[in-house]
């Protein structure tokens, strides 16, 4: 019982996550809703750390931060060269790779 | 010392640090070549510093080998010279033998040849690596084999090579072609070299081969005149027939003997009686016509006398002291072959003693109609070498060694006289033309050149002397000398032979000496680089006869050192052949038979000139009178038609017939052949056209392209642009690949 409230709430935030991922037309929203998605993932590991008994779930956590720190900062140039380019963030536009 | 031995000789080994590096003495020429070739250019006119170089260490070189040799024979190889407290060689077993300690003073048995090989490659096929095991069937080996025999051409060669250098310093200074030459009497000592010291018979043919291409190179080195690029290709294309029959000859040994080209080994075979008869016969037969081609036998020995086109110093060195007797070192290296392939048991029948005989008189008689004293010279050349393979085929195999070694040396001698006497006289050969009287004029080259016809005609006690009366007993037919049977004919073409030689020798004399002078030059002896030479040649022709005085005559401690030090020991590698005794009777005959030909060549040309000191031929003499003398004189000077037989008979006559019966095959034939070709192809290309190409291959081309189109025609549709769809698809494959994985597993 003590693991299944942080699954169900992390699959719930994961739920948030690609619901905004889908339906968001405003890229950092997009942005966020990954952010949301990478946050579900980390509530996992450090629940299953926790429940395991094993530092390392933490760990991974600490490193999944970093990367999305990281991720955030390229995935933000990016709006804003998008934004810069088009005067508008809505990603529903920019489809240059259509074939 | 005589050996009518029936079993196998004692035979000890030797070993020195010489004989495993010989393989450095053609290493030097060989190096010398490359330099000179190279950076010769810059030397300009001193480039011939590096040639006389090299071949003086390599002729030190060879001089200390021999001497090794030699003290090794004296004291009975290494353990024997240990054993007695000699520091020859040092030996790594230390073992001090025991037996021998006892015995003191003269050695029993013979040297066994050194063999020191490499493994060039390995024919494959067998388990092991054979390259372990050089005896053993289908290794080659490359290496050197140091016997007496080899041991005796590296000094020959080594010293005629050096003399031959220095004197072309001079002879050709100038020259527009100086580097070249030089370059390539480098080449040929070290092809000759490699070849003498060669351990197996693949080796022994690449020499020979070699040796082939530096006479060509250098009887065409003025190529400018046609004459002398004919007289090289004529040199060449004579020696590529006698070369099919090495390689066939050498082929069938290396089956017969076993699938190996090892020397040892395949001599050692023909002792054994491993090959059979008719097998030896074969090879010796095919190994014979490389031997006739390349030591100018009877009746491949044409392109011999034409070969003096080339500057003299290389006559000297090439077509007189050592290329051209590389037949007689073939038949001395293979000698078990030779011998039982090429002689009837219990019979005095030998094909190398009839050709050799043959060949001693037909290049004699040929001699003497020559105005050229170079080519006069050249069938000399030919008559001598015929003798030593006469030698050979009556089993006198040291006398042939002996003879060859006096014969460079008195030859080489002859020709560089030769040189030095065109050089003084206006660069002509001609004896009747330019020459005359340089007796007086060219005082110290007539000394020399004296000497050694003296040498050539076999007079006492000069070298020719010595061997020629080795060869002669060693026919066995005169009473008293026993040897290997009775060959008569042999001793008769012997005897005949001497007696020509004396007689076309005094006619050279007369017409270059005597009278008087008929050229248009101030003849005068020639500088210190090309009197030396001729001076050292001249005083060892003296000497070097007394090597191998008979020990009837001089006894045991300075007779027959030449046999002792260079034969081999019989039985195993070599044939138990009987040696002839000396007989006094026979060396008188020989020399009167001499004496009296030059006595009546000499009075022939006293009342010539007594007549007309400037005439050189008698004027309404026999041949004018006698149809047969007359015949017999076209003849000689035709040559015995043997080049209209090569050239208009056997040339022309395949050349005509052959072209004509090739045309008719490439009309009907051929042609044939090509429009029933062409026809096919047309028709199958149609039939591929049609079918195969528009069918299958066209439709299965547009087949894929329009398979390619469609399909990307409906996948492009997935690729809309936009991130969400992406994400989508990305989503739902995500949740799909998690149902399998929890449903699955």
């Known amino acids: ?99 | 010392m005589f050996l009518f031995a029936t079993e196998a000789v004692e035979t000890f080994e030797v070993s020195h640090w010489l004989f495993d590096y010989a393989f450095l003495i053609p290493a030097i020429m060989a190096g010398s070549f490359l330099i000179t070739l190279f950076f010769g250019k810059r030397l300009g006119g001193q480039v011939h510093w590096i040639g006389v170089t090299a071949v003086s260490i390599c002729f030190f070189l060879a001089l200390a080998t021999g001497f090794t040799w030699i003290s090794q024979i004296e004291s009975g190889g290494v353990e024997h010279a240990e054993a007695s407290g000699l520091e020859l060689a040092a030996s790594s077993t230390g073992e001090f033998a025991t037996e021998a300690s006892g015995e003191g003073g003269e050695v029993e048995g013979k040297p066994a040849a050194v063999v020191n090989s490499l493994c060039w490659f390995d024919t494959g096929e067998a388990p092991n690596n054979n390259c372990d095991d050089l005896s053993a069937p289908k290794a080659v080996g490359i290496g050197t084999l140091i016997d007496g025999q080899s041991v005796l051409l590296l000094i020959v060669v080594t010293f005629i090579s050096l003399l031959v250098h220095i004197f072309s310093t001079d002879y050709v200074s100038g020259d527009r072609r100086y580097t070249h030459y030089f370059a390539f009497l480098s080449l040929f000592t070290a092809a000759m070299l490699f070849m003498v010291l060669s351990s197996s018979t693949l080796q022994l043919i690449v020499g020979w081969e070699l040796v082939g291409v530096c006479s060509f190179a250098l009887i065409g080195h003025w190529w400018e005149e046609k004459a002398n690029s004919d007289a090289a290709l004529k040199a060449f294309l004579t020696n590529r027939v006698g070369d099919i029959g090495l390689l066939v000859g050498m082929s069938i040994l290396f089956f017969a003997a076993g699938r190996t080209f090892d020397i040892q080994t395949i001599n050692e075979a023909a002792v054994n009686g491993d090959i059979s008869q008719g097998t030896l016969t074969v090879a010796s037969l095919s190994l014979m016509a490389a031997v006739m081609s390349k030591s100018g036998q009877f009746v491949l020995h044409t392109w011999l006398p034409d070969a003096m086109a080339g500057p003299t110093p290389v006559s000297a060195l090439i077509h007189a002291a050592t290329m051209v007797v590389a037949g007689i070192y073939l038949i001395g290296r293979l000698y078990p072959v030779f011998w039982f392939g090429l002689s009837i048991p219990g019979s005095s029948i030998n094909a190398m003693a009839l050709i050799g005989g043959i060949t001693v008189v037909g290049g004699g008689l040929l001699a003497f109609v020559q105005n050229d004293i170079k080519k006069v010279l050249a069938y000399s050349t030919v008559s001598q070498l015929g003798y030593m393979v006469m030698a050979l085929g009556m089993g006198a195999w040291t006398a042939a060694m002996f003879h060859l070694f006096t014969h460079a040396i008195f030859k080489a001698c002859l020709f560089l006289g030769a040189g030095a006497l065109s050089h003084a006289c206006h660069h002509s050969f001609d004896m009747k033309a330019e020459m005359g009287g340089l007796r007086k004029l060219m005082p110290k080259t007539f000394v020399t050149f004296m000497i050694a016809t003296g040498a050539l005609i076999g007079l006492f006690p000069l070298a020719g002397f010595w061997s020629k009366d080795e060869i002669l007993v060693g026919a066995g037919a005169f009473p008293g000398t026993g040897g290997n049977g009775d060959y008569t004919i042999p001793l008769v073409f012997g005897l005949l032979g001497a007696a020509l030689t004396a007689a076309y020798m005094t006619r050279v004399i007369m017409l270059v000496f005597f009278g008087e002078y008929r050229g248009h030059d101030h003849p005068h002896d020639p500088g210190p680089r090309m009197m030396i030479p001729l001076q050292v040649l001249a005083g060892l022709a003296v000497v070097a006869g007394l090597i191998n005085m008979p020990t009837e005559w001089v006894g045991d401690t300075i007779g027959l050192k030449f046999e002792h030090w260079v034969e081999p020991g019989g039985g195993k590698v070599f044939p138990l052949i009987s040696h002839a005794s000396a007989s006094p009777a026979m060396a008188i005959l020989a020399t009167l038979i001499g004496v009296v030909a030059i006595y009546f060549t000499y009075e022939y040309y006293r009342r010539l000139f007594a007549k007309n000191p400037r005439a050189t031929e008698v004027t309404g003499g026999l041949r004018d009178h006698n149809k047969f003398a007359r015949a017999g004189h076209t003849m000689l000077v035709q040559k015995y038609y043997l080049d209209h037989l090569y050239t208009d008979v056997i040339a022309a006559g395949t050349k005509g017939p052959l072209a004509r019966a090739i045309y008719w095959f490439n009309q009907n034939v051929i042609d044939n052949v090509i429009n029933y070709t062409g026809k096919g192809a047309v028709f199958g290309g149609q039939f591929l056209y049609r079918f195969i190409d528009q069918g299958l291959i066209d439709g299965s081309v547009n087949g894929s392209g329009l398979s390619a189109l469609s399909s990307g025609g409906f996948l492009r549709k997935m690729q809309s642009g936009k991130i969400r769809n992406y994400a989508t698809l990305m989503f739902g494959a995500a949740t799909l690949l998690a149902a399998v994985f929890i449903l699955a597993v």
């Open chain 1, 1 to 99: 019982m003590f693991l299944n409230q942080f699954l169900l709430f992390s699959a719930l935030l994961f739920c948030i996550g690609v619901y905004g991922v889908l339906t968001r037309k405003n890229g950092v929203l997009v942005l966020m809703s990954i952010e949301l998605i990478l946050n579900a993932v980390n509530v996992n590991m450090v629940a299953f750390g926790a429940f395991n008994d094993d530092i390392s779930g933490q760990v991974f956590a600490l490193f999944i931060i970093a990367v999305a720190a990281a991720e955030v900062g390229v995935g933000l140039a990016i709006v804003l060269l998008i934004y810069r380019n088009r005067r508008s963030i809505d990603v529903s536009e920019a489809d240059l790779l259509q074939g």
